[in-house]
C-alpha cells in the first residue's frame, strides 16, 4: 500500500468512508427504503439488498445485456433457488422504480466527493454551479403511447432523462425522465421547485427560454444560455469600448452592426421572449478562431462581477455534464434492453445512475487521499470490472472486511488510472482565472 494510505489522516478517512458505505448500503437501510417505497411487503426469496447490489454489479461493471443474465448473476450472488419467472415478477413491479428511485436519493445526497477545491476561483462565491442538459434513447416499441418519440420511422417509442448536474458534489442534483416528444423548456428549473439563490446555471441553446430564465434571476440565481445563430436583439449599451462606437450602435439591431472577425463584444441588449414581453439581458459575443464564426452568451450576470472572456472559459465546463451521458452509455448499461415494461426500463435507467454515482464516489475518494494526483473518471469506468465487484461482494456480506477490500482498491486506482500525460491540465485548470487578471481581460480584443 502507499504510504500516502498509511498515514493517520488517510487512515481516518478511509474509516470514514467504509462507515458511510457500509451505512447507506446496509442489509437493514435498503429493506428500510424498499418497504417505503412500497416494493416489498414482506422480504421473501428476493431479498431487495441481495437484488440491488447484484444488479448494481451488472450495471457498473456494464455486464449486462439481458434480462436473464441479470437472473443467472443474482442467483450466484444470493445463492438463492429463484427462478426466472420469479425474478422477473418482482422486477416488473409498478413500484421497483420507486425503490430505485428512493435508493438514488439516498445515496446521492450522501455518498459524493466535494469538489470544492477544483471549482476556479471565480466560482467561488456561487453556492453552486448547475449544468442543464438531457439525453435521449430509444425503447422497446410498445411502449410508443406512453413514451412517444421525435422520430417516429426510426425511434417510435423513446425516452429522454433531464439532469441538473452538480460541478460541485460531481453528481446529478435533480433527475426528470420523459418522453423524448416532450420540450426540454419543461424541464427548466424554476424557484418553485429548486432553490435557486446565488446559484449559477448553464445551458446549451436549446434551453433558450427568456421568461423560465428570468425566473430564476428573480429568485437570485444566475445563468449563462448559448444563444443561437440568428439572435437578433436591440442594443441598448456597451459594457466596453470608446464612446464613439456606443453612439455608433446603441439603438440598432445587431445584424444592422456589422462585427469584426476575431474580435469579441460585450452589449446590454432588450429582446422579446415567447412570452411577447421585453426583457432586459447581457449578451457576449466571443470569436472562435476553428468555426470562424461568433459564439453567443446570453446572461445575467453583471459585466463588472464576470467579465466577457471568463464567461466563455466558464462555459466550457458545460462539457461535464456530456462527459456523464458519455460514460452511463458506455461502460454502465444505460441501452436499449428487450423489454416493453414500463417499470423495467425506469428502474434500469436509474439502476444506471446508481452504479455510476457509486463507483464516481469510490474514485474520487481515492483521489482525495492524495491529492497530487489526478484520477481519471473515465478509464476507471472502462476498468470497473477490476474493482467494483469486490466492493459489492464485500457489502453483500455485510461489509465484512471492508476496510482491507477499499484499501485493495485505492492501491490499484492509484496505480493504473492515472492520467497517461501528467502535464495535461484538467478541464477545471484550464478555466481557473484568477481575480486580480480581470481587469486585463475584460477588454474586447477589438473596439
Known sequence: IPITLKDHHNEKKIGQIE?????????????????????????????????????????????????????????????????????????????????????????????YVDQQDKIPSVFAEFEDVLLQDGSSWAIHECLASVYPGRFTKTAPAAIEMHTLYSLKRASYEVVAIAPDSVSEHDYIPQPDWIDCRNKLFMYDAGYVNIPKLEKLGQADGYYIVKAKSNTNPVIMAIHTGPSWTQRKRVGKKLRECPLKKGSDYDFQVQMKGCDKKVYDLRLVLLWNPQTKEHVRFLTNLPAERVTLKEIGQL?????????????????????????????????????????????RYVVLSAEQLNPASRLSLHKAAISAVEFMPSLIGCLLKAGNGLKQVLLEIFFYLESTMKFSNPHRRSAFEKCQLERNEKLALCQPSAA
Not at 445485456?65 to 415478477?89: C, M, N, P, Q, W
Not at 456530456?322 to 434500469?348: D, Q
Open 19 to 111: 462507515e458511510e458505505l457500509k451505512s447507506h448500503l446496509s442489509r437493514e437501510q435498503i429493506t428500510h427504503l424498499a418497504k417505503q417505497s412500497g416494493f416489498v411487503q414482506r422480504v421473501r426469496d428476493i431479498h431487495p439488498h441481495s437484488l440491488l447490489l447484484s444488479l448494481l454489479r451488472c450495471f457498473s461493471t456494464h455486464q449486462v445485456h439481458e434480462i436473464s443474465g441479470l437472473h443467472r448473476s443474482f442467483v450466484k450472488d444470493s445463492s438463492e433457488k429463484v427462478t426466472y419467472s420469479a425474478f422477473y415478477e418482482q422486477l416488473s413491479k409498478t413500484e421497483f422504480p420507486d425503490f430505485a428511485m428512493a435508493v438514488y436519493r439516498s445515496i446521492g445526497s450522501q455518498l
Open 315 to 359: 462555459y466550457r465546463l458545460r462539457w461535464q455534464v456530456e462527459l456523464t451521458y458519455k460514460e452511463l452509455k458506455s461502460h454502465t448499461a444505460l441501452v436499449r434492453f428487450l423489454t416493453a415494461n414500463e417499470a423495467i426500463v425506469l428502474g434500469f435507467v436509474l439502476l444506471s445512475l446508481i452504479a455510476m454515482q457509486l463507483r
